[in-house]
């Protein structure tokens, strides 16, 4: 069974750091596809950033030049470096991975950014 699993969440001030981390078990071969998303109270999920297997990397407007993506393909982990955080950055953070053909996501993990 494929999981993934978020750590690092927590409580920030502005202008703080923050280093998420995404274990991915249960896959027997690379993973093609991984990236990040946040759902704030009452929006949608949307995509911070995602990362292939040969390591191209996308952003979405708001965390460019703060957030940086990263994965370890050998223990199959993913990150998020996350710096100036603002408190607009405060949402659940959740992983995605597209393995064999599917999607699977994380269970999520609080971000909370105070002014």
């Known amino acids: 069974q494929v999981q993934a699993l978020e750590s690092g969440g927590g409580y920030v001030q502005a202008g703080g750091s923050l280093r998420l981390s995404c274990a991915a078990s249960?896959?027997?071969?690379?993973?093609?596809?991984m990236g990040w998303f946040r759902q704030a109270p009452g929006k949608m999920r949307d995509m911070v950033a995602t990362?292939?297997?040969?390591?191209?990397?996308v952003y979405a407007d708001s965390v460019k030049g703060r957030f940086t993506i990263s994965r370890d393909n050998a223990k199959n982990t993913l990150y998020l470096q996350m710096n100036s955080l603002k408190p607009e950055d405060t949402a659940i953070y959740y992983c995605?991975?597209?393995?064999?053909?599917?999607?699977?996501w994380g269970q999520g993990t609080q971000v909370t950014v105070s002014s």
């Open positions: 995605f991975i597209r393995w064999a053909s599917r999607d699977y």
């Open positions: 249960g896959v027997s071969f690379g993973i093609n596809y």
């Open positions: 990362i292939t297997s040969s390591g191209d990397e």
